[in-house]
């Protein structure tokens, strides 16, 4: 199996970056990231600063997928998520977000994983749920900052992209040129400190390409069918999410406009993924029960 | 058991209104209501119009709860919810909400329920997940709309608001004039269509009257401790249930600051309730195994 090295980061992903591995469609690799800090916080003392703004949510990559050309989807399927032993979480003002105002002073913790659950404070520990905070392909214009989430995936923070789900991100590029990083072993939906546990880890993922009409970035899960928008307010991301769901039901599960309307009410979720970057990013979560019932051709069709 | 008859309805939340049920603290009693639409729409030729404005959310009570000043907390565990046979969905552009420019026609549909599932399309039937989608107490100034979400609770939309839930609510007048409707079979967070499967039925509940600091409405469940808010944007929505989450952990749990911000940020969900009243309603959900882990005396401290 093909082994990306965590010393392969990027902090934007561009169009006209080398790859720095070439996959075939289906082949499995492992691509090992690092935190969301470079792994520049190393204890108590290393406090978040400005100076740490450059080396902020390093993806690994880019992947060149072969045969993926502008105009095709990737399906990028999580297959496990291995995390280090600790995950850290910096707090400090200059981060922004909704919760900057309520933190008292800058602070960097540690948190030990062990045995599959992960320590918050003194008699409280919790499973870990490993999650990718960072997947996305280049987009076709200006590069885009690993802090940014958008059309082209990125900087999501949606805890559902997790082992045993399907990304589906757009093609702009000859290869598509894939990144990830920003791995979490916990995150609340919001992520409203600016941070979960961030740490580093590996991921074992494969990549395919399909010719198939499905608004992205799109997430499938054993579950659910999840639709991600991202915009300066929520307001906005709910406009969008909104729009690719009943795109996405009347276009490919040919639903009569007011039959998608009332399935979207009835078996959707509105939620939220992060509401701590330039934008912010919203879902909507479509039960996959419901639509498998009523889509005699598979719930996403093409080829 | 007393029985509260669904005749005794009210559309506005009002200190002024005269009690139509007396109940003692702790006392088990049951409350009929009527569909979101007073009954109105009878067959798919009844479809919405602004004549149904005035019969719209129709709340039965209100209710006095004996010993209730202002200044307390009304603590509603919901025991039981049963529903009538069949679901109303009235789609129509005048009501507005996010998906009305999709809607193609004004359209009311019937879904038939039995057995415990609803069915929404051919090959399509999922379980009931009864919930309520108005209640709330009445405020100490103007009257309310029982169309209006607020500090008060009213209508909310908060699909966790279903049996086993216990729903905190201020007290801003002698006996707290509680009331409660506005039933659905099924609702996804959102609510996008400005309808679930709304219908008739009945609650069994009881109300108990508590002293204690805790920032409402809040909503307990099985598994998490839920603060909700509204306002006329979602991001309005944020600060305020991430303010009142805040205040929760430092006043009540006792948490320094940075610990709560952290807390929230890993096991706190920041998610949707509405998005089609004239104000928004978003909750933020906190783990309560978390809090009780951290929680000497009870996750929620006072008499």
Redesign the interface.
């Known amino acids: 199996m093909k082994r990306l090295t965590r010393d392969k980061a990027c902090y934007a992903l561009s169009r006209d970056d080398e790859p720095v591995l070439h996959v075939a469609p289906g082949e499995v690799f492992c691509v090992e990231t690092q935190d969301a800090a470079s792994g520049k916080l190393k204890s108590p003392q290393d406090v978040y600063t400005e100076d740490l703004l450059p080396f902020v949510n390093p993806a690994t990559g880019p992947i060149h997928v072969e045969g993926a050309q502008p105009g095709d989807l990737l399906r990028v399927d999580i297959e496990r998520i291995d995390t280090n032993n600790f995950g850290v ?1 910096a ?1 400090g003002d200059n981060k922004g977000g ?2 900057a105002a ?4 800058k ?1 960097t ?1 540690f948190l030990d994983i062990d045995g599959g659950t992960i320590r ?5 520990s ?1 499973p870990i749920e490993p999650m990718i905070g960072v997947i996305g392909t280049a987009p076709d214009g200006e590069p885009l900052s690993t802090l940014d989430p958008g059309e082209h995936g990125g900087n999501m923070d949606c805890k559902e992209i997790a082992a045993g789900a399907s990304v589906y991100l757009p093609v702009a590029v000859e290869g598509g040129l894939l990144a990830l990083g920003d791995l979490h072993a ?12 961030d740490l580093s880890g590996e991921v074992v993922l494969s990549a395919s390409v399909l010719h198939a009409a499905l608004p992205t970035p799109c997430v499938e899960t054993e579950d659910h069918l999840i639709f991600i928008g991202s915009a300066k ?3 906005e991301c ?2 969008i999410v ?1 729009n690719k769901s ?1 795109r996405y039901l009347t276009d490919c599960v040919k639903l ?17 993924c992060q ?1 701590v970057s330039a934008l912010k990013t919203m879902k ?1 979560k479509l ?1 996959k ?2 639509l498998t ?2 889509s005699a051709g598979g719930i996403i069709t093409g080829t």
């Open positions: 979480m707090l909704p919760m309520y933190v008292q002073s602070e913790s918050l404070r003194e008699n409280l919790v916990l995150m609340g939906d919001g992520e409203v400190a600016t941070c979960g546990a307010t929520l307001d709910e406009r909104l009943f009569a406009p007011n039959e998608a309307v009332r399935l979207m009410s009835l078996v959707g979720d509105l939620g939220v509401v909507f039960r029960s419901a019932a009523i």
